[in-house]
Structures are given as C-alpha cells and as structure tokens.
C-alpha cells in the first residue's frame, strides 16, 4: 500500500497457494517465524498481540468467514498476522506503519 506522497505504508507477504494472482514470498519473515508456524510459536515468539481476533463464520466483510489474526508491535512497526482457520499455519503477514492496520486483506 502507498500513501498520497507513494510511500510504501505497507507490504503485504501471501503464502504459497494463497493466491492465483500472486506469487507466494518466499523470504525471511519477522523473527525466524516461517509460514508453517502456527499460531502458538507464533505468539511464543513475539509474545502478547495487541489485539487480536479468533474469527469465524459471520465475522468478516459481507458476514463471511474471518480468518484468526493477531496483531503485534515491533520496532515501531505493525506486524498481523492471519492464520488458516485453525491456526496451523499462517497466511498472510502485513507489515505497516502503526497508524495502517490490515485485517483480513482490508485496510480497517
């Protein structure tokens, strides 16, 4: 995402598989933490989100399906997270100044 200015206020890291349109990142992600950790190593590695949500159906845009997410304060930067619905593994990670908070792929 860019600002008015086309600063980039946030990046966007998909899966694998997550997206026909887009390719998956394959890189580092924040602490180590790879896709396939679950929610638990998740927090055990950042430790307390600052908010978060366990989702569900009838939680998400139009009463869809929310994934769980956790959000997470880091070196003056956001990181969320969102998680397959049972919090195996993660999906997507969005990384963004404090002020843009990305849930779900919508800016919130």
């Avoid at 600063?7 to 998909?14: E, F, G, S, Y």
């Avoid at 180590?32 to 950790?37: A, E, K, Q, V």
């Avoid at 003056?76 to 999906?91: A, K, M, Q, W």
Wanted: hydrophobic share 35%; glycine share 14%.
């Amino acid at each position: 995402m860019l600002d008015e200015s086309d600063v980039a206020i946030c990046v966007q890291l998909w899966s694998e598989g997550r997206s026909d349109e887009y390719q998956g990142y394959g890189g580092p992600l924040p602490k180590g933490l790879t896709f396939g950790s679950s929610r638990d190593v998740v927090r055990a590695t950042l430790g307390k989100p600052v908010k978060s949500e366990n989702g569900g159906p009838g939680k998400g845009l139009f009463g869809g399906v929310l994934l769980p997410w956790d959000l997470f304060r880091s070196e003056g930067r956001d990181i969320h997270f969102e998680y397959s619905d049972s919090g195996v593994d993660i999906r997507l990670v969005s990384i963004s100044l404090p002020s843009v908070v990305i849930t779900s792929g919508a800016e919130t």
